[in-house]
Structures are given as structure tokens and as C-alpha cells.
């Protein structure tokens, strides 16, 4: 199961840190994703951090305002969010991927939204 | 082009066969996997590597792959299959990709 919080309503240019909780597996085992879905919307990718947290990619959008990292010992993923503009705006997602058995997000958070506004 | 193309709705009777396609470039050589949305809740995963279905998923949901193009299938659709269906892959320039999404209805 995934968990995720700190999302809320945040100014334009302001930050936010989200963070998503897992339990029942181990994070350390897995490459763990952030999608967002902006309201009404289809899903978009945001970022992945690989096991040990040595491989950080971001889609375009994000890049160089966003960093994702991960907490193995306390089984947590987080997401650094800064310079917010209303194009960030969304419900944002922790997935699981699994790549050994599926090549695929088989664990989804149940979101947390992020609301960009003044 | 690292993108893919999903038509935005697809109409379906219940009981008959509802297809839904996804194209572009990046499926000719990696695999595809399809999630289903419904209204307020988080996507589930529907089929991964082309077209193996998890655990708990109806038999009557199958995928496949060839080409550029991979078509999730329902086969005797019911009116709970409502839902927005995306399909998504792996590109090497970008990690991920999910095709913009298919609002499928059961008339």
C-alpha cells in the first residue's frame, strides 16, 4: 500500500514537499514513480528514482524545480516541489514499478492534490 | 516521436467486444501496459507486457502488441468496464509515457 500527503493549496512560486508512505513491501526493492493527473486530465509522468537513488530522471515539465528522493530506512518516497506555477496544479500520484516480474505500475497511491493559486 | 495516440472515446453494447487502440513509435520495440481509471479513483493496472493480465483482472480483458500499435480488448463488455483506459510504455529518451487516454462507454 501507498500513502501520500503534503499536498494543499500553495501561492504561485511558493513549495510544497510531498511525501508517500508504502508498507506491506520494501522500497528499497523497487524503481518508485510521481504522476500527476491536472484536473481533468489524462496522466502524466513526473519522475522516477531507482532503488538506490542514483538514477533521478524528471519529464521536461519539471526539471530543474522538482527532486525526488527516497527514505529506504524509513520506507518512504518524497517529492520536493519548488517555483509552483498554476501549470502544476493536479492530483500527483506514487506508483510502484515493478520491473522483475511485470514491466509495469502495479501499486498506485491514492493521490494527493496539489492546488496552485493565489 | 516518444508519444502515443489514443482515440478520446469509444462506444460499446453491453455483452459485445470494445476495442481500444494505442499508436506510436516507441511500441515497435518495448512493452505496453494499460491501466483503467474510474471516476475518483486511482488507475488499476489492466494488462502489462503486451498482454498479460494480473491477478484479479476478468478474463475477458486481453492486449497485444505489434507494430507500432498495441489494442487493449474487452470482450463481453459490462456496464462496470466504464472507465478511462491509458495505455503507457517505456521510451529511452523518456522513462515514461501514457497515451492521453480513452473514455470507454457501455450504452
Known amino acids: 500500500q501507498l500513502v501520500e500527503s503534503g499536498g494543499g493549496l500553495v501561492q504561485p512560486g511558493g513549495s510544497l514537499r510531498l511525501s508517500c508512505a508504502a508498507s506491506?513491501?520494501?522500497?528499497?526493492?523497487?524503481?518508485m514513480d510521481w504522476v500527476r493527473q491536472p484536473p481533468g486530465k489524462g496522466l502524466l509522468w513526473v519522475s522516477r528514482?531507482?532503488?538506490?537513488?542514483?538514477?533521478?530522471p524528471y519529464a521536461d515539465s519539471v526539471k530543474g524545480r522538482f527532486t525526488i528522493s527516497r527514505d529506504n530506512v524509513k520506507n518512504t518516497l518524497h517529492l520536493q516541489m519548488n517555483s509552483l506555477g498554476a501549470e502544476d496544479t493536479a492530483v500527483y500520484y506514487c506508483?510502484?514499478?515493478?520491473?522483475?516480474?511485470?514491466?509495469?505500475?502495479?501499486?498506485w497511491g491514492q493521490g494527493t492534490v496539489v492546488t496552485v493559486s493565489s | 516521436s516518444n508519444e502515443l495516440t489514443q482515440p478520446p472515446s469509444v462506444s460499446v453494447s453491453p455483452g459485445q467486444t470494445a476495442s481500444i487502440v494505442c499508436s506510436g513509435d516507441?511500441?515497435?520495440?518495448?512493452?505496453a501496459s494499460w491501466y483503467r481509471q474510474k471516476p475518483g479513483q486511482s488507475p488499476v493496472l489492466v494488462i502489462y507486457?503486451?498482454?498479460k493480465r494480473p491477478s484479479g483482472i476478468p478474463e475477458r480483458f486481453s492486449g497485444s502488441n505489434s507494430g507500432n500499435t498495441a489494442t487493449l480488448t474487452i470482450s463481453g463488455t459490462q456496464a462496470l468496464d466504464e472507465a478511462d483506459y491509458y495505455c503507457?510504455?517505456?521510451?529511452?529518451?523518456?522513462?515514461?509515457?501514457f497515451g492521453g487516454g480513452t473514455k470507454l462507454t457501455v450504452l
Open positions: 506491506g513491501f520494501t522500497l528499497s526493492g523497487y524503481w
Open positions: 503507457q510504455a517505456w521510451d529511452s529518451r523518456t522513462p515514461c509515457v
Open positions: 506508483v510502484r514499478y515493478n520491473a522483475v516480474q511485470l514491466n509495469a505500475f502495479d501499486i
Open positions: 528514482i531507482n532503488s538506490d537513488g542514483s538514477a533521478t
Open positions: 516507441v511500441l515497435g520495440n518495448r512493452y
Open positions: 507486457r503486451n498482454d
